[in-house]
């Protein structure tokens, strides 16, 4: 949007009850996806999953194995230190946080709470695509794939139809499926952006920073 590049964030996780944790991660950038699986100490072949993930796009796509929720978002935060510029880019998510609601960023405060990891997004701008999406006519239809499909087209290689067969496959170690459901609407919100840049007003993008007022 304007002249920030877009870079696309989704979050698997466990379930919505108590004791639900980040299962995977993601983001995509302008030339590349980066992923980190949590399997809960339970075996991954990381060179394997990279290598069928690669089958899926033309991006570049990085993939990190961790034990556990907490290294996941010490991960996390390093890529985030890594490779957003808050001068470059802005942060964007499909109802990632919208007004009075939003799931990704809400669910990743509490998480970053409970492994007590800092905030991780400093000085980072935002801006929904629910919102930008909402200015195109799609009758109605407002989840991510149903958007998606209707402006651009189907991504055929998403296993899966709504994020709920996520927290199976989580349960069941079936770890390819899960990334390439991740890759999928992490590539799906960064098309969206592109899209929503090139026909909706800079105004109803509705962008804010992420960093709490007590970050210095």
């Known amino acids: 949007m304007g002249d920030l590049a877009p870079v696309a964030f989704d979050?698997?996780?466990?379930?919505?009850?108590?004791?639900?944790?980040?299962?995977?991660?993601?983001?995509?950038?302008?030339?590349?996806?980066?992923?980190?699986?949590?399997t809960q100490s339970r075996p991954a072949?990381?060179?394997?999953?990279?290598?069928?993930?690669?089958?899926?796009?033309?991006?570049?796509?990085?993939l990190r194995v961790v034990d556990n929720e907490e290294v996941l978002l010490q991960t996390l935060a390093q890529f985030v230190d890594e490779a957003i510029d808050g001068d470059m880019h802005y942060l964007t998510a499909y109802n990632g946080e919208v007004w009075?609601?939003?799931?990704?960023?809400?669910?990743?405060r509490s998480a970053c709470l409970r492994n007590d990891i800092p905030w991780p997004f400093r000085e980072i701008p935002y801006a929904d695509m629910m919102d930008a999406i909402s200015r195109f006519d799609t009758n109605d239809v407002r989840d991510l794939v149903g958007v998606y499909d209707m402006l651009i087209g189907d991504v055929s290689y998403d296993p899966f139809d709504d994020s709920k067969a996520a927290v199976t496959a989580f349960e069941q170690a079936e770890w390819a499926p899960l990334l390439r459901h991740n890759l999928?609407?992490?590539e799906r919100t960064r098309e969206l952006a592109e899209l929503a840049g090139r026909y909706v007003p800079r105004s109803d993008f509705s962008m804010k920073n992420l960093a709490p007022p007590d970050i210095q």
């Open 11 to 38: 979050i698997e996780t466990s379930g919505l009850q108590e004791g639900s944790v980040v299962t995977v991660a993601g983001f995509s950038h302008q030339l590349r996806n980066w992923l980190v699986l949590n």
């Open 45 to 62: 072949d990381r060179g394997l999953l990279r290598d069928e993930l690669g089958q899926y796009t033309n991006k570049s796509t990085e």
């Open 100 to 108: 009075k609601g939003g799931f990704d960023l809400p669910f990743l």
């Open 184 to 186: 999928a609407d992490i």
